[in-house]
């Protein structure tokens, strides 16, 4: 328990009803006494007149009083010292007055005179009276007795005045609870109300506004579409608004949807200090609005209504509670806009479906859940499948196949393929739900013949590979080919290796010939070099006179042979409309995976090569070399560059944003994003983080990096939460240079308080190499941050130091599987069985499981029936900047 000085002395400063006990004590008694605080400071006299104090001034040394007062110490168990004086009939003590745990409080100082030690010829001043010293020690010990209890009794006081203030508090709270489910229990008593909706939602409004104490509540309606109209508007049907401020009933009549930003059927809590854009601002201007809530209400499950509660002139923010209340008003309001729908609908006539259904060009057959025969089907569809065994096939694959959207629960838009032997076509079937006549949810299926469609598509993909002139296969045919010959050489399949080939002044021969001519070339090229390399390879145009020759499982003395063949053949004329032509080629050659284990890398490398061998002279070919691609900027320059952006508030380092979406709901949807940061460089350009974030770990300027983009992540999330995606989370790598960093729990919280993100929204990743460092001190560390309310993730996990145990010991909330093992999920067993142990492993201890680097639709089925609960990955979408991920995600 610590307490300043000024805390310590309070008591007596104050309390002037003790100073007379004192001062009446001492007269009482003939002694004289001071009271000091604990740093020596004094506080009160108690001499009867200036006579007597300058008495005891000149016999008593103020020396010898400090000396006496320094003697003192906190949870000391000495209460009464004697102090030294000059004169064997002067009596000087010190009695220690301490606090409920025996800190020092203040010192009372007391003076007398011992009548029997008076010499003979001493003198005393008027005033004085003297006493004996078996008098004068009782009245000490009488004190400290005294000084015990009275601070006993002094801290019950205060306990009963915390006590009292906790009570009040309480009952402060328990008013307000009162008070709220007061409200709610009106609410829903207007559940059973027969008035009709708009008079019922005018007490809704009003009942709700006046116990938030807000200016309006205001519930606005979407209008039919009209083909007269380009736009649907929207009118204000009801409201309550402040005595004190005029109707807005009038100015939000007909107003066009576009211009009532919020209506687009998510859900809007704006404060008076919140980031509004544009359309926004100028919304809440027109009618002096300074916060609001909108929430959506529906109708038949699209979109109709917005019950909006809004402040005017005022500032006002909201609590979470007050968000809670406001979803659980809405609510209300959807169940009675529900029912009185339902009550009021007429059902429409089988006659009237029959006659739409039977007009619309496909076939369509409804089917109720758990029934084999179908509620309605059209001639189109009976002509479609005439078959008796299309239709039982139909019906096992689409109605009662475990993928049945009602059995999986599923019931959006559903789309998928299906061909009929019997009548030998393809159809496309898709399938929703639908409210059936009877008020029963029920599937629609809707049969489109696709056949021509198939065989369109299968002459495209056939033709997609290709290069139009030569035959040869295309760009993207090489990418796909050289990722499947690099994951085959890693697994030891053998190594293989990698040609980029082009041509010696081409341009000129395209120049001298024409472009006719020069395409004959192109196409000669190109049928010398499938003779060469036969089946032993594959030859792709890369583009222009560019081409690449992918060897598989091919040691150094094959692909030299290769090579060879290739530049000896170009060295040879070519022979042209009667006329021999020369034209050589430059080659630069990579070998996988010895060279690289990436598409990007190894085309890289292949090209440092090749522009080798074309410095080297004509028809040359080059092996790559660590040499050939040491970057010309010496990593002094880089470092320079580095200190300077930092230096320049990091404006140089870019956020951007990959989504991670949601597997575990209806549709995927994307639930949030990670944060990753570029460098875009003024002097080198856009950098990976790769080429620069383990030198900025090593000069320490990832510290000012990682805030930087702490803070500028944050800000986001907070600006998406209150536009419409209170859902949404962002994920921030915190290197483990900052983690380290003392002060690291602080710049996390300040950074949450200044941009006012929700902690629950923010999870921060931490890789598998702080299992090398200090382990405990790293947990406390998590601890702390995860007290602030926001999420740990492990990122990378598999890769780095980390065992099973460190589940266990880490306080995490998320594990990110890292993508090496996602390569080969659903065709290697190794990376299935991990994945799948993993996840059983996560789910048991309550941790959600996320899957990076998924790329491929096969990945993303392999991980259908393991635990997982999001996936991150260019099958979904790469990383953007903000302005395109907002464009596509918050919408």
Not at 168 to 195: D, G, I, P, Y
Not at 731 to 751: A, F, G, R
Request: hydrophobic content about 35%.
């Amino acid at each position: 328990m610590t307490e300043t000085t000024t805390e310590k002395t309070q008591l007596f400063e104050q309390d002037h009803v003790l100073y007379g006990i004192l001062a009446s004590f001492c007269r009482m008694h003939h002694i004289y006494g001071q009271i000091y605080d604990c740093d020596g400071r004094l506080c009160q006299d108690f001499f009867t007149d200036e006579e007597v104090e300058d008495y005891f001034k000149r016999n008593i040394l103020q020396d010898q009083v400090m000396i006496l007062l320094s003697a003192f110490r906190d949870y000391d168990a000495e209460n009464i010292i004697a102090g030294h004086t000059n004169a064997p009939h002067l009596m000087l003590r010190g009695v220690a007055l301490r606090g409920e745990y025996g800190e020092l409080r203040n010192i009372v100082v007391l003076y007398g005179v011992d009548e029997k030690g008076i010499e003979e010829g001493e003198c005393l001043v008027d005033g004085l009276v003297a006493t004996d010293s078996v008098v004068f020690d009782d009245a000490c010990a009488f004190l400290e007795q005294f000084g015990i209890g009275y601070y006993q009794q002094k801290v019950r006081s205060d306990h009963l005045e915390d006590d009292l203030a906790a009570k009040r508090e309480k009952e402060e709270t328990l008013r307000a609870t009162v008070q709220r489910n007061e409200v709610m229990t009106a609410l829903l008593k207007m559940l059973e109300s027969e008035n009709d909706f708009q008079k019922v939602a005018e007490e809704i409004l009003g009942e709700t506004a006046r116990y938030l104490k807000v200016s309006d509540g205001f519930l606005l309606r979407l209008s039919r579409p009209d083909q007269l109209k380009n736009e649907r508007s929207v009118d204000m049907i009801c409201e309550y608004h402040d005595a004190t401020l005029p109707s807005l009933l009038s100015r939000m009549s007909d107003l066009p949807q576009s211009s009532v930003p919020f209506f687009t059927g998510k859900s809007y809590t704006i404060a008076s200090d919140s980031i509004m854009p544009e359309d926004f601002s100028s919304f809440f201007l027109s009618y002096d609005l300074t916060a609001g809530v909108f929430l959506p209400l529906y109708i038949r499950e699209e979109l109709g209504m917005y019950f909006c509660l809004a402040q005017r002139k005022d500032p006002r923010k909201w609590s979470v509670e007050e968000i809670r209340f406001l979803n659980d008003v809405r609510r209300i309001l959807q169940t009675i806009l529900s029912k009185r729908i339902t009550k009021n609908s007429l059902a429409s006539s089988y006659a009237a479906i029959d006659a739409i259904l039977e007009h619309t060009g496909c076939g369509i057959v409804v089917y109720a859940n758990g029934q084999e025969e179908p509620l309605y089907r059209n001639e189109t569809f009976q002509n479609q499948l005439a078959d008796m065994m299309d239709r039982e096939i139909f019906r096992r694959q689409f109605v009662t196949h475990p993928r049945n959207e009602q059995e999986s629960g599923h019931f959006g838009q559903q789309e998928r393929e299906f061909y009929a032997d019997g009548a030998g076509k393809w159809f496309s079937c898709s399938s929703c739900k639908i409210h059936w006549v009877d008020g029963r949810d029920v599937l629609m299926y809707t049969l489109y013949d696709i056949t021509q469609l198939k065989k369109y598509q299968k002459k495209i993909l056939e033709q997609a590979d290709l290069d139009d002139l030569t035959g040869l296969y295309n760009r993207h045919r090489f990418h796909s080919d050289f990722e499947k010959y690099i994951r085959d050489a890693i697994r030891g399949d053998g190594d293989g290796t990698l040609l980029f080939l082009d041509l010696d002044d081409f341009n000129a021969l395209n120049d001298g010939l024409g472009h006719l001519l020069a395409d004959q070339f192109l196409k000669m090229a190109a049928e010398s070099l499938l003779r060469i390399t036969d089946r032993d390879a594959q030859c792709y145009r890369i583009g222009g006179d560019q081409f690449a020759i992918l060897i598989p499982f091919s040691g150094k003395d094959k692909a030299q042979g290769i090579v060879n063949t290739v530049l000896n053949r170009f060295a040879k004329p070519w022979r042209l409309e009667d006329n021999d032509y020369y034209c050589t080629v430059g080659i630069g050659v990579v070998q996988f995976p010895k060279d690289g284990d990436k598409v990007d890398i190894l085309t890289q490398r292949a090209d440092y090569a090749l522009h080798s061998a074309k410095k080297r002279g004509k028809n040359q070919a080059e092996y790559y070399s660590a040499v050939l691609s040491s970057a010309p900027v010496a990593r002094l320059d880089i470092e320079k560059a580095m200190r300077e952006a930092v230096a320049d508030d990091c404006s140089e380092f870019e956020i951007y944003y990959q989504p991670v979406v949601d597997i575990t709901k209806p549709g995927r949807p994307c639930c949030g994003a990670e944060a990753l940061v570029r460098w875009n460089s003024r002097k080198f350009g856009f950098m990976m983080p790769d080429k620069f974030i383990p030198l900025a770990e090593y000069l320490g300027l990832i510290v000012p990096i990682g805030e930087h983009v702490l803070v500028e992540a944050c800000r986001r999330c907070r600006y998406w939460n209150d536009y419409g995606h209170p859902e949404y989370k962002v994920n921030v790598n915190l290197s483990i240079v900052q983690l380290l960093q003392n002060n690291i729990v602080s710049v996390i919280e300040h950074t949450m308080e200044l941009t006012g993100i929700n902690p629950k929204n923010l999870t921060l990743e931490i890789t598998e190499g702080l299992a090398i460092h200090d382990l405990a001190r790293i947990c406390g560390t998590l601890e702390e941050i995860r007290s602030l309310g926001c999420r740990i993730a492990l990122d990378d996990f598999g890769t780095g130091y980390s065992s099973l145990n460190h589940l266990k010991e880490l306080p995490l909330d998320v594990i990110k599987i890292d993508k090496c093992f996602i390569n080969d999920v659903g065709r290697d067993q190794f990376s299935d069985a991990f994945i799948k142990t993993v996840s059983d492993l996560a789910d048991t201890i309550d941790v959600n499981v996320v899957v990076e680097g998924v790329e491929e639709p096969r990945q993303e089925k392999a991980l259908d029936h393991m635990k997982i609960d999001m996936i991150q990955g260019y099958l979904y979408d790469r990383p953007l900047c903000k302005e395109d991920f907002e464009r596509k995600y918050l919408k």
